[in-house]
């Protein structure tokens, strides 16, 4: 009789063990690769984090944020010790960190801040392309036609408009691209300026003052961590800078059509749950945006004589 008693007893036991196990809750390792700290990168990745954690629960899901300091080949190491830790989803804050995460084909990829998937992988058709199948994400890229029109609404007097960009950054190659045709056709003379790295930044800046009478700077990292030198030098100069998104413009332009990259972040998070949570296939899952506003920095706008459009945000300064 004791030893059927302690049958069922053991039974009850492993019954209520399985019992709790199934109870508990998943838990998900998450690896982000940001390439630089940035506040429009920095945005994003909190924005992903505060929605993946709302979706899942605080518990529910474990962040190792790394960054790369500007480096490609950073990116690449922290990408292989994603891979070899066998995270559940990887997150890429930017170009550069998206095309390290070639070199896993199986772990679901999330890219943000990321203007054109297609270029970035240099294939013509991102939904009929066949590789990178395990990526999706969000893009920052606002329209080249509505950030053409944006400078010919400030600009109209201007004749020669310069593309300020980083030639390292397929990104930024990917919006000189889209934009110089349409700014050719309103008349304009457009010239692109590109730098290869910080090194030689003031100088190609100063370069394209001395020759255009405005500049358009695309959403590129470079750039953005060289925005205070930007400045100083178009300010010295007396060019306005057409910028394509809000914290860039705040360092450095006048004017700019821009993204909440924060927001951009959330959606990316809530991409990152179906996945994680409910087995969404990101294979199918398509790139998502976030709308656009208009946006001016007040300071270089009065220093430049620069007139803001009408229904345009004042950017609030960095606290």
Request: proline fraction near 3%; hydrophobic fraction near 45%.
């Amino acid at each position: 009789m004791k030893k059927i008693l302690a049958f069922v007893l053991m039974a009850v036991l492993v019954l209520s063990l399985g019992a709790a196990a199934l109870a508990a809750p998943a838990t998900y390792n998450v690896g982000v690769c940001q390439l630089v700290q940035h506040p429009a990168l920095d945005a994003a990745t909190e924005g992903f984090m505060d929605a993946l954690k709302e979706k899942l629960g605080e518990d529910a899901v474990k962040f190792n944020v790394q960054n790369a300091s500007g480096d490609s080949a950073t990116c690449s190491v922290i990408v292989g010790q994603f891979i070899s830790d066998e995270v559940d989803l990887i997150m890429a804050n930017a170009t550069p960190a998206l095309l390290a995460t070639q070199a896993t084909n199986t772990i679901p990829v999330l890219g943000t801040s990321v203007t054109d998937y297609a270029s970035a992988y240099e294939v013509e058709d991102w939904n009929a392309r066949d590789i990178a199948l395990n990526v999706s994400g969000t893009s920052d890229g606002v329209p080249a036609q509505a950030q053409a029109e944006l400078l010919q609404q400030v600009f109209a007097d201007a004749k020669n408009v310069g593309l300020l960009y980083c030639s390292g950054e397929p990104n930024s190659k990917f919006q000189a691209d889209e934009i110089r045709p349409i700014l050719e056709e309103m008349g304009y003379k457009v010239k692109d300026y590109t730098f290869a790295d910080s090194n030689d930044v003031a100088q190609i800046t100063a370069n394209a003052c001395d020759d255009c009478d405005v500049l358009y700077i695309p959403t590129d990292n470079t750039a953005a961590s060289n925005a205070e030198l930007i400045n100083n030098v178009c300010l010295e100069k007396k060019v306005p800078v057409v910028a394509g998104e809000e914290n860039l413009c705040a360092g450095c332009g006048c004017v700019t059509l821009s993204i909440s990259y924060y927001d951009l972040g959330v959606v990316t998070g809530e991409m990152a749950a179906e996945i994680l949570a409910n087995g969404a296939d990101i294979s199918t899952m398509e790139i998502q945006y976030a709308p656009f506003t208009g946006k001016y920095n007040a300071v270089n706008c009065e220093l430049l004589g620069v007139e803001i459009p009408e229904g345009f945000e004042a950017i609030e300064a960095a606290e």
